[in-house]
């Protein structure tokens, strides 16, 4: 028996992981899902497959070149113009497929019992079988109803919540005659679920579904992925592990070397040729590529870390995953959920919080906070605001621009006409600062008391005796040399504009 393995889509629900790599080469385990799939299918003697590829092909079509190296026999269909759907990718071989074939999708986790599921669809003599599994939540899947013969009798794509009249859902696997192709259109997009299969229920066609117990995982979005690496530590998929067991649900690859003093916590994967410092933190759940280093005192509670990735000392990780070639710098801290695009840089104690993501080559300053999304720059900023105040690198962070726009900023919250003091420390680049900030204020209306040179203690007692809104002071800040600080003083009457 031949398989179909639909390996084009561009996985758009799974970037930044998928912007330079396809979907079915997205890593579980450090392998890509795409070689599990083979390893299923092998499992079960289907060792003549036929990849369709659209999206970044060389990547598949470089890794499993022939199929020699992995026991099967590859054959590549590639869509040059326009991905023709799930339907129309295999209908697109049709002449390679002369007898009864299976089609699997490239993109999923599972370990179905495949000889069983043919073995269902011979007895039935079945046109087409759907492979099914119950799920918690169908809302994202095709919803099949089946009855007690097994006959597929309705089901619905990818329903609303008020639509919904089964929890069991189609897993993108079929079992198929190679009859059932001529009732699609050649060279044109179709579907199997919107378009093939409610033909074959019009035309009462024998549709079985085949319903697992077995695990499967559509490894459709970044939640979902994290599910399946888990999953598989878990051993609740059966998936093959390229690494020594050396300790209970440890696994550890070659010439990885392991710090006495490091704390390592079942089940955890540690790829090849990795360095995990003294004192490191690894917890349960953890899954580290080949060619990683980890430096001393990082704390690794559940993140995926890809090949290549270096993790700074004191580097704190939560849940996340990290692309290839990825550096987090000292003290940084990636949160749950974050996703660090390949080959970009967290700098020292810069923090990613939950849920960010990351495209490819990006760089975050040291000390920046993300909050946000990065996907157009190319970089971003430390947060320039602090507990005293607004401070950065003197002409490189705080420029006489920032300062005229910080001024303006300032000055938009007062009323028209409000009075405002500016004071200073004697050095040059504080003079520059405060004009730029005075011009700022005088852009909106605001009325400036310039105190000039005086320390930050003279400022803060005069600017409550005096009839002002607030007043600034600048000064190089007293604990880093190459770094100014702006401070705001409350003044005796800061009134702030009506709504």
Same mark, same amino acid.
């Given at each position: 028996m031949?398989?179909? $393995?639909?390996?084009?889509?561009?996985?758009?629900?799974? %970037?930044?992981?998928?912007?330079?790599?396809?979907?079915p080469?997205?890593?579980?385990l450090?392998?890509p899902?795409?070689?599990?799939?083979?390893d299923?299918?092998?499992?079960?003697?289907?060792?003549?497959?036929i990849?369709?590829?659209?999206?970044?092909?060389?990547?598949? %079509?470089?890794?499993? !070149?022939?199929?020699?190296? #992995?026991?099967?026999q590859?054959?590549?269909a590639v869509?040059e113009?326009?991905?023709?759907? =799930?339907?129309?990718? *295999?209908?697109?071989?049709?002449?390679l497929?002369?007898e =009864?074939?299976?089609?699997i999708?490239?993109?999923?986790?599972?370990?179905?019992?495949?000889?069983?599921?043919?073995?269902?669809?011979?007895?039935?003599?079945?046109?087409?079988?759907?492979?099914l599994?119950h799920?918690?939540?169908?809302?994202?899947?095709?919803?099949?109803?089946?009855?007690e013969?097994?006959?597929?009798?309705? #089901?619905l794509?990818?329903?609303?919540?008020?639509?919904?009249?089964?929890?069991?859902?189609?897993?993108? @696997?079929?079992?198929?005659e190679?009859?059932?192709?001529?009732?699609?259109?050649?060279?044109?997009?179709?579907?199997?679920?919107?378009d093939?299969?409610?033909?074959?229920?019009?035309?009462d066609?024998?549709?079985?579904? &085949?319903? @697992?117990?077995n695990y499967?995982?559509?490894v459709?979005?970044?939640?979902?992925y994290?599910?399946?690496?888990?999953a598989?530590l878990?051993r609740?998929?059966?998936?093959?592990?390229?690494?020594?067991?050396?300790?209970?649900?440890?696994?550890?690859? !070659?010439n =990885? &070397?392991?710090?006495?003093?490091?704390?390592?916590?079942?089940p955890?994967?540690?790829?090849?040729?990795?360095?995990?410092?003294?004192?490191?933190?690894?917890?349960?759940?953890?899954?580290?590529?080949?060619?990683?280093?980890?430096?001393?005192?990082?704390?690794?509670?559940?993140?995926?870390l890809?090949?290549?990735v270096?993790?700074?000392e004191?580097?704190?990780?939560?849940?996340?995953?990290?692309a290839?070639?990825?550096?987090?710098?000292?003290?940084a801290h990636?949160?749950?959920?974050a996703?660090?695009?390949?080959?970009?840089? *967290?700098?020292?104690?810069?923090?990613?919080?939950?849920?960010?993501?990351?495209?490819p080559?990006?760089?975050?300053?040291?000390?920046?906070?993300?909050n946000?999304?990065?996907?157009?720059?190319?970089?971003?900023?430390?947060?320039?605001?602090? !507990?005293?105040?607004?401070?950065?690198?003197?002409?490189?962070?705080?420029?006489?621009?920032?300062a005229?726009? $910080?001024?303006?900023?300032?000055?938009?919250?007062?009323?028209?006409g409000? !009075?405002?003091? *500016?004071? %200073?420390d004697?050095r040059?680049?504080?003079?520059? *600062?405060?004009?730029?900030?005075?011009?700022?204020?005088?852009?909106?209306?605001?009325?400036v008391?310039? $105190?000039?040179?005086?320390a930050?203690p003279?400022?803060?007692?005069?600017?409550? @005796?005096?009839q002002?809104?607030?007043?600034?002071?600048?000064?190089?800040?007293?604990?880093?040399?190459?770094?100014?600080?702006?401070?705001?003083?409350?003044?005796?009457?800061? =009134? &702030?504009?009506?709504?």
């Amino acid at each position: 028996m031949r398989a179909v $393995l639909m390996a084009g889509g561009s996985g758009t629900r799974l %970037r930044p992981l998928t912007c330079d790599l396809p979907k079915p080469m997205v890593p579980i385990l450090n392998r890509p899902i795409a070689e599990h799939i083979i390893d299923l299918l092998k499992r079960h003697h289907i060792t003549e497959i036929i990849a369709t590829l659209h999206y970044l092909p060389d990547a598949m %079509r470089d890794y499993f !070149q022939d199929g020699n190296d #992995f026991g099967v026999q590859i054959t590549y269909a590639v869509e040059e113009d326009q991905p023709l759907g =799930t339907a129309g990718c *295999v209908k697109n071989v049709a002449e390679l497929l002369d007898e =009864t074939f299976l089609v699997i999708s490239g993109d999923s986790v599972a370990d179905f019992d495949l000889t069983a599921a043919i073995e269902f669809h011979k007895r039935n003599r079945a046109k087409a079988t759907l492979i099914l599994a119950h799920v918690p939540n169908p809302l994202d899947f095709g919803v099949v109803i089946t009855d007690e013969q097994h006959r597929i009798r309705r #089901f619905l794509e990818k329903p609303s919540s008020s639509e919904i009249f089964s929890d069991t859902v189609n897993t993108g @696997t079929y079992i198929l005659e190679p009859e059932v192709l001529e009732y699609l259109p050649a060279d044109r997009e179709s579907d199997f679920s919107k378009d093939l299969f409610p033909l074959l229920l019009e035309k009462d066609q024998p549709l079985y579904g &085949y319903i @697992t117990k077995n695990y499967w995982c559509d490894v459709g979005h970044l939640d979902a992925y994290r599910e399946a690496q888990y999953a598989a530590l878990q051993r609740r998929v059966r998936l093959n592990v390229p690494y020594q067991e050396r300790s209970p649900s440890i696994w550890v690859g !070659q010439n =990885t &070397y392991i710090d006495p003093t490091a704390q390592i916590a079942p089940p955890t994967l540690i790829g090849s040729n990795c360095r995990i410092g003294a004192r490191a933190q690894i917890e349960s759940g953890t899954v580290i590529g080949d060619n990683v280093t980890i430096g001393a005192d990082a704390d690794l509670k559940r993140p995926i870390l890809w090949n290549g990735v270096i993790i700074g000392e004191e580097a704190h990780l939560r849940a996340c995953v990290t692309a290839r070639g990825v550096r987090i710098d000292r003290r940084a801290h990636v949160l749950e959920g974050a996703i660090v695009g390949s080959l970009s840089t *967290v700098g020292e104690e810069a923090l990613i919080n939950p849920d960010v993501r990351i495209w490819p080559s990006k760089k975050i300053e040291p000390g920046a906070t993300l909050n946000m999304n990065l996907i157009w720059g190319h970089a971003a900023h430390r947060n320039l605001f602090g !507990q005293r105040g607004v401070s950065g690198l003197a002409n490189v962070d705080i420029t006489p621009e920032f300062a005229v726009r $910080l001024g303006a900023a300032y000055g938009s919250i007062l009323k028209p006409g409000s !009075q405002v003091t *500016v004071s %200073r420390d004697q050095r040059s680049i504080s003079r520059m *600062v405060s004009r730029s900030l005075i011009a700022g204020l005088m852009s909106v209306g605001v009325d400036v008391l310039n $105190l000039e040179a005086a320390a930050i203690p003279v400022a803060r007692t005069v600017v409550p @005796t005096l009839q002002v809104s607030g007043g600034i002071h600048v000064r190089v800040h007293p604990e880093k040399p190459t770094h100014i600080l702006i401070e705001f003083l409350m003044g005796r009457e800061l =009134t &702030y504009p009506k709504p």
